[in-house]
């Protein structure tokens, strides 16, 4: 058999951690209901096939999928060969019977195709094995804008109900449930709605677990021009309040998302059409690809407790390996959880510390302190000392020591002077390990 080349080792190493670190995800996924909103470009520009693959992904993991489509360019292709006017009025659609026309000519062209592309099943293809069934239907009650600042939008609408019971029950079918921008009413009307709209309504109607918008840009960008990858409702509400200035589609999806927040949803992300896997990038990593929208922030830091013995084991046990921390078992951390913080970030333990008191000489030991390796920025570890440190004043302690091996300057430049193990609480010296030689640094709180 060939010897396998470093790169060639390297990339199955870099894959089977992935695939790991994606775990977790796979199973919260389970059963869960996504709602995926894109524009009429991604199907004119080619961009479907990709996206088809990702959502027969998403599908075969369980994942309850809602699809809505936008038609724009290929309405504005229709109006233009047919000679009508193109009317806009404060970015909507001013769609009279011309218009109309050409919109449901458009939605129909768009729903075939995006039907045909989810019902490839090539061999040798991510399609392979494909078995997805798309169902379409009035699940889209709507009603007119009427007259807007004196314009008249016609068969412009907006959402003013969705069927959630009927696209439930689809969704039990296993289906996979496609929604064109279009609306109906009691009455037999047609109604041209907006993308974010349908989409918006939809998964607040079906409480979806997560709302996804994809869109020209990669995401919310910030002052300096830097994307923002996650944004509590609040923060959202501050950028769409104030003057500056985000690209179109960030003025369209950002309020949906604040909406779809305030309402329920539990998760918006937007993200850009433009990169190939970027909806599995967005779902399956931790750092995501774009911007992630949610009612509070992801990353807490709180009093440990027994659910959490996994997840700090998880973090500590390369460190034990490498003997950087002294090794725990379950059992010991069982006992001793009441001693730990932890600092998670959407539902990860990402890092953890225990404080050990020494009432006798009003001491504490500030121990197990740890940060994932691609968590440690920020200011995570100063996080997690200054809880501690809060702790230790509340319980009455008037003097913090560590004892470390790798990390003498980081507590230095943090207030901690050097010290002796004679300095050390009479039972904490009796326990020093003298062969690991750690270093003693105190610090008056």
């Given at each position: 058999m060939p010897q396998k080349t470093p790169s060639a080792k390297f990339k199955i190493e870099h894959f089977v951690?992935?695939?790991?670190?994606?775990a977790p995800y796979i199973h919260s996924f389970r059963g869960k209901t996504f709602v995926v909103a894109f524009g009429g470009e991604v199907v004119s520009e080619g961009q479907f096939i990709g996206l088809a693959h990702d959502l027969n992904l998403l599908n075969s993991l369980g994942v309850r999928l809602v699809l809505v489509h936008g038609a724009r360019p290929q309405i504005e292709e229709e109006l233009t060969e047919r000679g009508a006017a193109i009317r806009y009025d404060n970015g909507l659609r001013v769609t009279d019977d011309d218009a109309l026309k050409c919109v449901k000519?458009?939605?129909?062209?768009?729903?075939?195709?995006?039907?045909?592309l989810l019902s490839m099943g090539l061999a040798n293809s991510p399609m392979a094995g494909a078995d997805i069934r798309v169902a379409s239907g009035n699940f889209v009650t709507a009603k007119p804008m009427g007259v807007r600042a004196g314009v008249d939008l016609v068969h412009t609408g907006e959402v003013r109900k969705i069927d959630a019971v009927g696209i439930?029950?689809?969704?039990?079918?296993?289906?996979?449930?496609?929604?064109?921008?279009?609306?109906?009413?009691?009455?037999?009307?047609?109604?041209?709605l907006s993308l974010e709209d349908v989409a918006t309504s939809t998964a607040i109607a079906l409480d979806a677990d997560k709302l996804v918008f994809l869109m020209d840009t990669a995401g919310v960008g910030g002052a300096q021009g830097e994307l923002l990858r996650e944004l509590t409702t609040l923060e959202a509400e501050v950028i769409v309040a104030s003057a500056a200035t985000q690209p179109a589609d960030v003025g369209f999806y950002l309020p949906c998302a604040v909406r779809a927040c305030r309402n329920g949803v539990a998760r918006v992300h937007l993200i850009s059409r433009h990169t190939d896997g970027a909806l599995l990038q967005e779902l399956f990593t931790h750092q995501g690809i774009g911007t992630m929208v949610s009612e509070d922030a992801l990353e807490t830091l709180r009093d440990a407790t027994i659910d959490d013995v996994g997840g700090i084991l998880a973090l500590i046990e390369p460190l034990e390996e490498e003997g950087i921390l002294v090794r725990r078992s379950r059992e010991r951390l069982e006992m001793e959880i009441e001693r730990f913080c932890v600092l998670e970030y959407d539902g990860l333990i990402i890092g953890c510390a225990a404080l050990y008191p020494f009432p006798k000489e009003k001491a504490a030991e500030l121990a197990c302190m740890a940060v994932h390796p691609k968590y440690r920025s920020a200011g995570r570890g100063e996080a997690l000392l200054e809880y501690m440190q809060v702790k230790a004043l509340e319980k009455g302690f008037r003097h913090l020591f560590v004892l470390t091996t790798r990390t003498a300057h980081w507590f230095l430049e943090r207030g901690f002077t050097e010290s002796g193990v004679d300095k050390l609480p009479q039972a904490k010296q009796g326990l020093?390990?003298?062969?690991?030689?750690?270093?003693v640094f105190m610090k008056k709180l």
């Open positions: 951690e992935w695939f790991r670190s994606a000519e458009a939605a129909g062209t768009v729903r075939v195709e995006i039907e045909a439930g029950r689809r969704l039990d079918a296993n289906e996979m449930v496609l929604l064109s921008p279009l609306g109906y009413s009691p009455t037999g009307e047609v109604f041209n020093y390990n003298y062969q690991r030689r750690s270093k």
